[in-house]
């Protein structure tokens, strides 16, 4: 006679597949990205399809980052009803299946594998520094990378807001963590060189993101400490990024070419420049808002309506930006496609990340580190658009997020007993 399964051993047994799955995601997002969608896929399907649905699926009742998760995603497929284009607005859409990746994480991986996940992304980070560091200094090339742009596997943009996502979180590791001296040199080492890392490419996206996150991290960790502590650890983290600035050349050019850019848009109207496109774009992305101010154009209409802009009001604009795929602003493309609503619906996300203190404060300087980081990100590039840094955010929300489902299912357990 055939034994039934016992619905507690399959789903043990599922949330260790989904907890080596979430290793890996977090190991192929520095380096690989076809194990990026693998992985994303697998935890999609073993989630939905995996058995026990109703177990994991209850574990979110109190999850509020969830439903903020899913109310952004109806109002966007909401949207396409007023969309100009919402086969456009459609296609866009199907990025946004990776932010279910947070209630699939924070319900389903356990403790002991959201530590291996992150400690994989930390050493995964310190490893494509390696390659970009090769190819800074002529060793090899991979793909488009060149010394002058030597990120290894993906676009500079994202890479610059990957590594001050990593190089931030192994700073909470050691502010935070019980450590060896042993291992506390070591992870600083690790730090020091994915912050290099980070000095060396291109792109200030990752360079503002990595300031304010460390700003943040350091007020967060002061709460409580000793005076001659907090003066002692932030007088080294200033001695170390200004030995690096000074190190390497790039970075006090990067500086001055950014104030060119700058001057040349602000003050001449020259908008021929990286930094003078964006700005151009965001004068048109202010006149669709002005006409769309409360739902927007609808998903996938704004481009359509940026155009139309160009070709009417703005035409000297055309020459510098009338190619953009995207407003290179996550807050313009928002406003533009979803309006008030769109841009409410994508703050209610972070303040559900960070609301409630988490009983761990590293956990808790985590939740404040990706958002800052993504929230500064978003002033250069609309990194919602593209796999790896959406992807980057689901994992760690989930992640993070999962300690106030154990919270809640703790509180709840001691009520009942």
Not at 99 to 107: E, H, N, R, Y
Not at 279 to 295: D, G, S, T
Not at 346 to 352: D, V
């Amino acid at each position: 006679m055939a034994t039934q399964a016992d619905p507690t051993e399959n789903e043990t047994n599922l949330e260790s597949y989904l907890g080596w799955l979430a290793i890996v995601l977090a190991a192929a997002l520095p380096l690989y990205r076809p194990w990026v969608t693998f992985a994303t896929t697998a935890i999609l399907v073993l989630w939905l399809f995996g058995g026990g649905l109703n177990i994991r699926a209850g574990r979110l009742r109190s999850h509020r980052l969830t439903l903020s998760v899913l109310f952004f995603i109806a109002l966007n497929v909401v949207s396409l009803v007023w969309s100009s284009d919402p086969g456009a607005g459609l296609r866009y859409l199907t990025k946004y299946r990776y932010l279910l990746l947070i209630p699939m994480v924070a319900s389903s991986v356990r403790p002991i594998y959201r530590r291996y996940a992150v400690t994989a992304f930390e050493i995964a980070a310190g490893a494509s520094v390696v390659l970009s560091v090769g190819i800074l200094v002529g060793i090899f090339r991979l793909r488009d990378a060149h010394p002058g742009n030597p990120s290894p596997t993906m676009a500079h943009l994202d890479y610059g807001l990957l590594l001050a996502l990593a190089a931030l979180m192994i700073l909470a590791r050691i502010l935070y963590s019980e450590m060896t001296a042993g291992h506390t040199v070591m992870w600083t080492i690790l730090g020091i060189f994915i912050i290099f890392g980070l000095m060396v490419n291109i792109g200030s996206a990752g360079h503002l993101a990595f300031t304010g996150g460390l700003v943040v991290l350091l007020i967060h960790w002061a709460k409580g400490r000793p005076l001659q502590l907090i003066l002692g650890v932030g007088t080294g983290f200033v001695l170390t990024l200004a030995l690096m600035w000074f190190l390497i050349p790039k970075s006090p050019a990067s500086v001055r070419e950014t104030h060119t850019e700058l001057r040349n848009a602000i003050v001449d109207q020259r908008y021929d420049s990286n930094l003078g496109g964006r700005i151009a774009a965001l004068k048109v992305a202010r006149e669709i808002f002005r006409q769309h101010p409360f739902l927007g154009t609808g998903v996938g209409g704004n481009t359509p309506a940026f155009r139309r802009a160009l070709d009417t009001r703005f035409k000297e604009l055309k020459p510098s930006i009338y190619w953009y795929r995207h407003f290179h602003n996550q807050y313009a493309q928002v406003a533009t496609e979803l309006g008030i609503a769109g841009l409410l619906a994508l703050a209610w996300i972070f303040w559900e990340l960070i609301r409630a203190p988490y009983e761990q404060r590293e956990t808790d300087a985590a939740a404040l580190i990706l958002a800052t980081v993504y929230l500064l990100g978003f002033l250069g590039e609309p990194f919602f658009h593209k796999q790896i840094p959406l992807v980057m955010f689901a994992l760690f929300a989930g992640l993070i997020s999962a300690e106030q489902i154990e919270e809640a299912d703790q509180k709840a357990a001691s009520g009942t007993n």
